[in-house]
């Protein structure tokens, strides 16, 4: 993981005109990189992410969480790769939409998620 990558994050973030208050943290132990992160939206509504990154020189993203939720925490939609529905096309990698359907999803990043995350939170 290199600082540009924590840098462009926080980039992203500060020029968001949606979000409030972020709150991200980065655990650095050489080879493996783990960043946590609440962001908190102008509506009190929450993206919690984390991203695990292992490796030397060019990293790999190992495991990833990116959860919205609304502030009553009602889930809006949730991508991960963890391995619970094997039989989806895209398997590990899938989507949560509300609090009961799953669908097929290739694997997203931060960026992306933020973008479809602020194209909700559009008037």
Same mark, same amino acid.
């Given at each position: 993981?290199?600082?540009?990558?924590?840098?462009?994050?926080?980039?992203?973030?500060?020029?968001?005109?949606?979000?409030?208050?972020?709150?991200?943290?980065?655990?650095?132990?050489?080879?493996?990189?783990?960043?946590?992160?609440?962001?908190?939206?102008? @509506?009190?509504?929450?993206?919690?992410?984390?991203?695990?990154?292992?490796?030397?020189?060019?990293?790999?993203?190992?495991?990833?969480? &990116?959860?919205?939720?609304?502030?009553?925490?009602?889930?809006?939609?949730? &991508? @991960?790769?963890?391995?619970?529905?094997? @039989?989806?096309?895209?398997?590990?990698?899938?989507?949560?939409?509300?609090?009961?359907?799953?669908?097929?999803? @290739?694997?997203?990043?931060?960026?992306?998620?933020?973008?479809?995350?602020?194209?909700?939170?559009?008037?």
């Amino acid at each position: 993981m290199t600082d540009s990558y924590f840098q462009k994050i926080q980039a992203a973030l500060s020029a968001s005109p949606f979000v409030a208050q972020p709150v991200i943290s980065v655990d650095d132990r050489g080879e493996v990189w783990f960043i946590r992160a609440d962001i908190y939206f102008i @509506d009190n509504s929450l993206l919690h992410f984390r991203e695990l990154f292992i490796g030397q020189g060019k990293l790999q993203k190992k495991t990833y969480t &990116y959860h919205y939720q609304r502030e009553d925490g009602t889930l809006v939609l949730r &991508y @991960d790769n963890a391995p619970h529905f094997p @039989d989806l096309p895209s398997a590990p990698h899938h989507k949560h939409v509300g609090e009961s359907d799953v669908i097929a999803a @290739d694997a997203p990043d931060i960026f992306s998620v933020l973008k479809e995350v602020e194209s909700l939170l559009q008037p």
